[in-house]
């Protein structure tokens, strides 16, 4: 009975977007990058958080947030979606807007507004920098968005510093959707990069944090060369063995859960390190044993059904967006050696030529290879080589081209 009543607590597990933890595992030494970026008094780096899918980029940007505070920075910033990529514009509003959220109670410096030419009635009524204060100067100011821009956050720094506030730092997830939009004489990217290299020249303590997927940093370095010189690039991996079994084991560390080592073991195997496998991996083991135990039975991690329901959940939905020749070219990388790390085109062009009766020129697979990279199911690296941008996707094609191979052969067999 009470074996019973200890297994009942609800299971920790949260496999999910942006889902906290029960337990952050790893990552000390990313944090301890951060505290570093805090201390520099003049902001001469930037911080980028990036990674593949799933490695827990948003859970890691959230958890630097109370630190930052504790440390006397404001924190301002959320999703960048699409509609912010658009526009110069709309890249302006974000900003004022995420502004505004931490300073709508600070209190104007009536004087030193005055003093900068801007007597404005609506400005002076508002006693504090909220959205319309912050709009109300904004649309004073004469020239492009990013002159005003720039004043502006010139303008609130003079009063947030009087608040004995370290600072402001703008963090901003899903940094890769923003893109210049040359085509449209739209130039987002570039702006928000310029404005911030432009105040932080001036000594405004007002720091950047972006956080995407592998192709962020090389489409900042693509809009503005200088990024390479103005962030610090945090790679996040996927998790060591060690601090795989801490994501694992710390939330049931209070609770007598039955898991063993060489099921600990599996997990960890199974989840090739990342996060997201790790959660989702855990919230069905959990529920496993707990059935298993309740009937009576001795527990086990059912991996054949988890790695079933992985590849309908997780990878299926990505999968059947590519189209039936990008999918033999992702099977094509699939089936190299050293596949789960990178490939070049040199290297599927030549193992098509072995594979398949329709084979891919080079610039065939270069073409493709840029497709892929569109839609997220390929990144290429700073070298020039390309890895898949979806972990483990090389393990899901793997066992379709078997299932692939077992069905074809039996429907022969019939024949
Ligand atoms: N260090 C960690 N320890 C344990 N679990 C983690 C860790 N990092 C992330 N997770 C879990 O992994 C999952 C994915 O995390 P998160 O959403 O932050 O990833 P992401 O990199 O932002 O993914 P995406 O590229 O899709 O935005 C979540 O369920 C989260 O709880
Ligand atoms: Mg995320």
Known sequence: MEEKTSLTFTN????GAGHKPPYLA??????????????????SENLILTGLRGVGKTVLLDDLKPTAIEQ??????????????????????????????????????????QQLGFAKE??????????????????????????????LLEITWKTIEKENKR????????????????????????????VFQSIQKKNIPFMLILTGLPTLFPGLVEARTFSERMFHVLFLNRLSKEH????????????????????????????????????FICREVYDAFLQEINSGNKPSVPVQEIIQKLDTDFFSGRWDRATDRQRELLSVAASLDNCGEEFTINKLAKKSKELLEKTFSGSHVNQMLSKLCDTGLVYKNRHGKYSFAVPLLWTFIRRQELYRKITQQLSLDKE
């Open 12 to 15: 920790p597990y949260r496999p």
């Open 26 to 43: 790893g990552r000390e030494s990313e944090k301890k990058e951060f505290q570093k970026l805090l201390k520099q008094e003049i902001i």
């Open 72 to 113: 006397h920075w404001l924190w301002a910033g959320t999703d960048l979606s699409e509609a912010v990529s658009i526009s110069e514009e709309a890249v302006a509003k974000r900003i004022i807007t995420d502004l505004s959220m931490v300073t709508s109670s600070i209190v104007i410096d009536q004087q030193e507004i």
């Open 122 to 151: 609506s400005i002076l009524i508002s006693r504090t920098l909220n959205f319309n204060t912050l709009v109300s100067i904004y649309q004073e100011i004469p020239g492009l968005t990013s002159d005003k821009l720039k004043l």
């Open 167 to 194: 600072g402001v730092i703008f963090a901003y997830d899903e940094a890769q959707t923003l893109s210049d939009q040359a085509q449209k004489d739209q130039y987002p990217l570039s702006l928000l990069l310029d």
């Open 244 to 279: 795989s079994k801490d994501a694992i084991l710390v939330p049931l560390k209070k609770h007598d859960f039955p898991l063993d080592d060489d099921s600990v073991n599996t997990i960890v195997e199974l989840s090739g390190g990342y996060p997201y496998f790790i959660q």
